[in-house]
């Protein structure tokens, strides 16, 4: 019954006091990943992605904040992480009853958390670990930036998360890196780093013609600022153009 802390990763709601899930509630919630996926199959879909980032439900259970839990699912990080890893076990298990082998499976996660106490770099490290093991098509880690750099948990602290992340996956699983790619020189100098693969989000809202000005070599006509008088030709909902407007730093050009 953790409130989330203004400013923090967990939730836009810092007043509301969550209710704690029965044992019972969290086993019905893993299978809930499961049938999940099972009707993303039945659906025609190529993989999911499990969301264990930006403070959702499987980052509240590996969080040390909102997680302060005394059964099997909760205190230490290894009991932290047990939640995350069924998730995981259950999605997979439910493909291998419904899907082809083509289907696959990927894991977002973000790094860190402001709080304190709040998931460390040190405790992404564990985490991306064992991950690395379950035979996942990839990682995804969610970054506002590819460089960002850890806040705490590890002893070097000058090295960029990604490189900490590529050093312990070692080549086990692909990582997908993200954050502030906005032109097709921040791609190359991202792809210098070893990361196999990179993912654009803001830049394809600012400019939907991203890959293909790239794919032609058009890159010099890549847009890179958000265009304040666009919203229709961009196609972009009015809940989300109004987050845009309203929280300047994260698009460019607001």
Same mark, same amino acid.
């Given at each position: ?52 980032? =930006?403070?959702?439900? /499987? ?7 909102? &997680? $302060? ?5 909760? *205190? %230490? ?80 602290? =000058?090295?960029?998360? /990604? ?7 070692? &080549? $086990? ?5 993200? *954050? %502030? ?74």
């Amino acid at each position: 019954d953790v409130p989330a802390e203004s400013g923090g990763v967990s939730t836009e709601e810092p007043n509301v006091i969550p209710r704690p899930l029965t044992e019972a509630e969290v086993e019905d919630m893993i299978k809930a990943f499961g049938e999940t996926t099972r009707r993303a199959i039945v659906a025609g879909y190529d993989g999911v992605e499990i969301h264990g980032a =930006n403070g959702y439900l /499987i980052q509240q259970f590996f969080s040390p904040h909102s &997680n $302060r839990r005394e059964d099997r699912f909760g *205190g %230490s990080l290894e009991k932290r992480m047990t939640f995350p890893l069924a998730v995981v076990d259950e999605v997979q298990k439910v493909v291998k009853e419904h899907a082809s082998s083509s289907f696959i499976v990927g894991y977002r996660f973000s790094p860190e958390e402001p709080e304190t106490p709040g998931i460390t770099m040190g405790d992404t490290l564990q985490l991306v670990d064992r991950l690395a093991d379950k035979n996942l098509a990839y990682l995804h880690v969610s970054l506002n930036d590819f460089f960002s750099k850890p806040r705490r948990g590890v002893e070097n602290l =000058n090295k960029t998360r /990604i490189e900490h992340l590529l050093e312990k996956i070692n &080549n $086990r699983v692909p990582l997908i890196g993200v *954050g %502030s790619i906005y032109t097709a020189e921040d791609a190359r100098k991202a792809f210098e780093t070893g990361v196999p693969l990179l993912a654009i989000g803001r830049e394809l809202i600012i400019d939907p013609d991203w890959v293909q000005k790239v794919a032609e070599g058009k890159e010099k006509e890549i847009i890179t600022e958000i265009n304040k008088n666009k919203q229709d030709e961009l196609v972009i909902p009015d809940p989300l153009w109004n987050a845009i407007i309203h929280t300047p730093g994260w698009f460019p050009g607001v």
